[in-house]
């Protein structure tokens, strides 16, 4: 096995948003020093780095030069191009690999995957052509959702599809991308599990949390999700058999559709920190941000036990709308813990930040984190 990277060592960040932010926190507390590669300045992740290199990833010269300077690379969003990947690994160890990369960046490569591995998932097709579609449809059935095969998150790159009427502008919503077809899950509720797997193949997780969404975007995470046992351990278990499928070395969160049957369907793979994982910053022994730092350094990982039972609510540009927010009010919560992510404009539907709460049981600490959210405003 490869040689662990010690504290006092250097880290790449491929990416410099709140993910980065959080992962750059865990990894200064424990003495690393941490350079990141965007193409922006002035970021969430760059404010708290050692380096914040801004060049274009296609600038694989500025890549190579950043790859340089560190031990070991990591990236904190999935959407980094392969050339990127590939020229940062010819001087650095680049963890995850590339290929998870490659895998997880597209849809329809991440559901092949999946699919050849046996995993559960809804149907599914590849749409290049109207008619691909139309065919597709035939097949897959009404309702149906047609996605973008790459670049999508909360929800952007998504059309409903409720009958024929609707085939042309949903293709039409594409703007000449690969899309994929899935056939629409009545889903009982939205739940994930957040795992890290060590260099050495050793694998801890979170349990299952329950997503509840607002427009597409992550509202609020309840955690531990209020499941039966049987389904956390076979979500447990997919996650994990997902993870060794992919011999991922660092954090990856599964998302899953619980049916009203009880029986569980893969939603989509992010090999990153997830959102639904920030819980863990302030809920768990061992954060995700942490966990991935372990990781991709070669260390043992930590424990993910969890202190108490949390909730985590997102704070959208949406509160901005009326001036800043009454920081002092959510403040004056004393189980609730703030996090902003040092964005410097406030948006419609961009994440700002979160806040954290904590309680005798999941359902006081969901109260305390939306009265907390209420008070902002």
């Known amino acids: 096995m490869s040689k662990a990277i010690l504290p006092g060592a250097t880290v790449g960040v491929l990416g ?39 060049a274009s990833y296609d600038d694989l010269e500025a890549v190579q030069n950043f790859a340089r300077g560190v031990d070991v690379v990591t990236f904190e969003f999935e959407n980094v191009p392969a050339a990127t990947v590939e020229a940062a690994a010819t001087h650095a160890p680049v963890r995850p690999s590339g290929e998870v990369l490659h895998i997880t960046q597209n849809r329809w490569r991440e559901k092949s995957f999946l699919a050849q591995h046996g995993f559960p998932l809804a149907a599914f097709r590849k749409v290049c052509s109207l008619d691909e579609l139309r065919t597709g449809l035939d097949e897959v059935g009404f309702p149906a959702v047609l996605k973008t095969a790459g670049f999508g998150y909360d929800g952007k790159g998504q059309s409903k599809i409720q009958g024929p009427g609707e085939v042309e502008l949903a293709f039409q919503s594409l703007n000449g991308q690969e ?22 193949g050793a694998f801890v997780h979170y349990g299952v949390v329950e997503n509840e969404h ?20 076979e979500a ?46 302030d809920a768990c022994v061992t954060s995700q941000f ?33 001036g800043e927010p009454n920081w002092a009010a959510a403040c004056a919560f004393p189980d609730v813990k703030l996090h902003l992510y040092g964005k410097s404009t406030a948006q419609p539907g961009r994440k700002m930040g979160h806040l954290t709460a904590f309680g005798d049981s999941i359902e006081a600490a969901k109260q305390t984190v939306c009265a907390a959210r209420s008070a902002l405003s």
Request: aromatic letters at 6%.
């Open 16 to 54: 410099s948003g709140q993910l980065g932010r959080m992962f750059a926190i865990a990894a200064r507390r424990m003495g690393y020093r941490v350079h990141t590669f965007s193409s922006k300045s002035d970021t969430p992740t760059g404010q708290l780095c050692d380096v914040e290199v801004t």
């Open 179 to 200: 899309g994929v077809l899935e056939g629409f899950i009545d889903f009982e509720r939205e739940v994930s599990v957040v795992g890290a797997r060590g260099l050495d």
């Open 214 to 233: 607002r427009n597409h975007i992550l509202d609020v995470t309840i955690a531990p999700a209020a499941v039966p046992p049987e389904v956390e351990r």
């Open 236 to 281: 447990v278990a997919i996650a994990q058999a997902v993870l060794e499928s992919l011999d991922v070395v660092g954090v990856m969160c599964v998302e899953f559709f619980l049916q009203r049957d009880g029986k569980l369907l893969i939603n989509e793979l992010a090999p990153r920190p997830h959102n639904s994982g920030h819980f863990t910053f």
């Open 290 to 322: 942490e966990q991935q730092l372990r990781a991709v350094c070669g260390l043992p990982l930590g424990s993910p036990e969890q202190l108490r039972p949390a909730a985590m609510a997102n704070l959208l540009g949406d509160l901005w709308q009326d």
